[in-house]
Nanobody, 115 residues
């Protein structure tokens, strides 16, 4: 099992910045990728960005150029720096890890961007 603990999030005005962090514990060896998803009210959960074990990153078009995913050297913590936030970025953000094809999820953290 992989446990994911998120921190960060909160309320920010449009144009502001927030930083999310996710610490992985448990069976962290052989985690293939980690990333962030988000789910807004009434919408499906969507991929925000991800980073693979070799450092390849992938971003949703809607956040490309504004959000940056990074990882510590131990590859157990990923962070999401969110700049130029927009009201449409408001959602619950979930940390995700994939290990042997199995998805693990954090509990989610609320990000609210006011206009």
């Amino acid at each position: 099992q992989v446990q994911l603990r998120e921190s960060g999030g909160g309320l920010v005005q449009a144009g502001g910045s927030l930083r999310l962090s996710c610490a992985a514990s448990g069976r962290i060896l052989s985690i293939n990728a980690m990333g962030w998803y988000r789910q807004a009210p009434g919408k499906q959960r969507e991929l925000v960005c991800a980073i693979t074990k070799d450092g390849t990153t992938n971003y949703a078009d809607s956040v490309n150029g504004r959000f940056t995913i990074s990882r510590d050297n131990a590859k157990t913590t990923v962070s999401l720096q969110m700049n130029s936030l927009k009201p449409e970025d408001t959602a619950v953000y979930y940390c995700n890890a994939v290990r042997y094809g199995i998805n693990f999820w954090g509990q989610g953290t609320q990000v609210t961007v006011s206009s």
